[in-house]
Every structure is written in structure tokens, then in C-alpha cells.
């Protein structure tokens, strides 16, 4: 079994960063890649950003190339999304997930997935 958790969310103005965390417990995390989707009220979940287990590779949304960067430290069982240039339409729930096969979007191969952090982004 795969528990995820979220952290480092919070409120910050346009044009600014914020890093986001995914802390893993269960010893099969390296196994699999980890996902980050974030959904506003009313929208779908989407996808954001992704990163393999094995070779490290990672996917963005077009909407935040170049601006988010997603990594993964598996001794530390931790996967991070660096915000940056942040955009009021950044404004969501953020979540991890993870899966045994990760690539560009594919919410629906995530088997585990967290609780949730929140991202405010004030103009």
C-alpha cells in the first residue's frame, strides 16, 4: 500500500513561487512514477506535471513548461513541484498521485492519490 501527502501550499501574489511536496510512505515508492493534477472549483481534475520511477523523465501540461519543474529525491521518498511565475489561473487544489506507468496526463492510471494541498494566487 502507497500513502501520499501533500504539503506546502498557501497564498502568494502573481508572478511569485511557491514549492510544493509529495511525501510518500510505503516501500514499493520507488516503483512507481508520481503525478501532480490540480482541479479549481467547478473545473476538472487536470494534469500538471509528471515523473517516472525509473529514468527520471518528466511531462508538463503546456501550461506550465517552462515555469513549473517537478523532481523526485527516492531516498527520501519525496517528490517536489517548484512553482514559479505564478499565474491567478495556477489557482487550485493540488494533488499528488501515483502509478506504476506515468506520462502526459492519464488521470486515469493513477492508482494512489493524496489529499490534496491548496494554491492561492492573489493579483
Known amino acids: 500500500q502507497l500513502q501520499l501527502s501533500e504539503s506546502g501550499g498557501g497564498t502568494v501574489q502573481a508572478g511569485g513561487s511557491l514549492n510544493l511536496a509529495c511525501a510518500a510512505t510505503g516501500r514499493t515508492f520507488t516503483s512507481y512514477g508520481v503525478g501532480w493534477f490540480r482541479q479549481a472549483p467547478g473545473k476538472d481534475r487536470e494534469f500538471v506535471a509528471a515523473i517516472t520511477w525509473s529514468s527520471g523523465a518528466t511531462f508538463y501540461a503546456d501550461s506550465v513548461k517552462g515555469r513549473f519543474t517537478i523532481s523526485r529525491d527516492n531516498a527520501k521518498k519525496t517528490v517536489l513541484l517548484q512553482m514559479n511565475s505564478l499565474k491567478s489561473e495556477d489557482a487550485a487544489s493540488y494533488y499528488c498521485?501515483?502509478?506504476?506507468?506515468?506520462?502526459?496526463?492519464?488521470?486515469?492510471?493513477?492508482?494512489?492519490w493524496g489529499h490534496g494541498t491548496q494554491v492561492t494566487v492573489s493579483s
Open positions: 498521485a501515483s502509478a506504476r506507468s506515468v506520462g502526459p496526463g492519464g488521470l486515469n492510471n493513477y492508482n494512489y
